[in-house]
């Protein structure tokens, strides 16, 4: 049914007879307006004014200021991050000491519930689907420095870590990632960023197969800890640091390039070992178990890895666990 509201007189839908407000602010606004007037002294021009709120202290807004830069500044502490910063008086009730801080808050309370999450998820896709909101990031270009920004940000806060991540623990049909189609261009790009950043040790520490034993290890020749992935890189591991004929070694030197002929596609490959000999022999060892020599995939690494070694004037080897120089 229609009805006017008393406050404001728009017209509004009723589903009840008594109903007498178009909303909760004509409603609080009618309350406001049936509270008795109060009368006051203002406690800093003295003059006798009337209100209808406990709190007031001020007849204005102008004695408020004038008050308030009278009082030194306060010491708060912020509820996000715990340190102290300084306010002026008038800015007591403040919460937070950087805008930061306030977001970081405020992300932790609307994304710490997973339905909370997901309704926020599901509004904004309809709203840029629709036309109704655009993308903040639609059409533009950012520097690589903002793009590091954004994803140190996303680090610290753990955005898209663990459980926060959308793909965490999705595979097949669930994963939001499944049925993208990309161009062969798109995946060389993606298989050679992968490649950079293992080559870094970003993935060092990730157990990507639960039937190998792995860990870290430190090596003196090296000064630093390893990665190993398999209790065969370990044992290989162990005998370089007790040979006396290699000086030092590098543990996934580079990336070589090669092509994956099952597929037809450019792939990266990244050998196990790089050993400089004290005679100046280079070798580049790939490390991998007997039973795995024969596939395809292997074979078209091991050529691409000879073709590298014969151009650069390094030696290259494939050591299994029945073939290797440290076998008793």
Known sequence: MQKTCVICNDSFEAKRKDVLYCSVKCKKRSEYLRQEKLVKNCEHCGQTFETKKKETKYC????????????????????????????????????????GC???????????????????????????????????????????????????????????????????????ESSPIYGIKRSQETKETMSSIKAQQWIEGKYNGVDFNK???????????????????????KEIFEKIEKDDRIITYRVEPFVIKYFYTSQKQNRNYIPDILCFYKNGEIKLIELKPEYQLEEQKNIDKFSAAQKYCDEKGMIFEVWTEKNNPYLV
């Open 60 to 99: 204005s807004s102008s004695c408020s200021n004038t008050a308030c830069k009278t009082h030194d500044d306060v010491t708060l502490s912020c509820k996000e991050c715990g340190s102290d910063f300084i306010r002026k008086y008038i800015h007591r009730d403040k919460l937070f000491c950087s805008r």
């Open 102 to 172: 306030a977001t970081v808050h405020q992300n932790k309370i609307m994304y710490s519930d997973d339905k909370v999450r997901n309704k926020i998820s599901e509004i904004l896709k309809r709203k840029y689907e629709t036309g109704e909101m655009v993308h903040p990031f639609l059409g533009k270009n950012l520097a690589e420095e903002h793009k590091q920004k954004i994803s140190d940000t996303r680090i610290i806060n753990k955005i898209a870590t663990g459980p926060n991540n959308p793909s965490y623990g999705k595979t097949g």
């Open 211 to 233: 039937f190998y034993k792995n860990g870290f290890i430190y090596s003196e020749k090296c000064k630093k800890d390893i990665w190993y992935r398999s209790g065969f890189e």
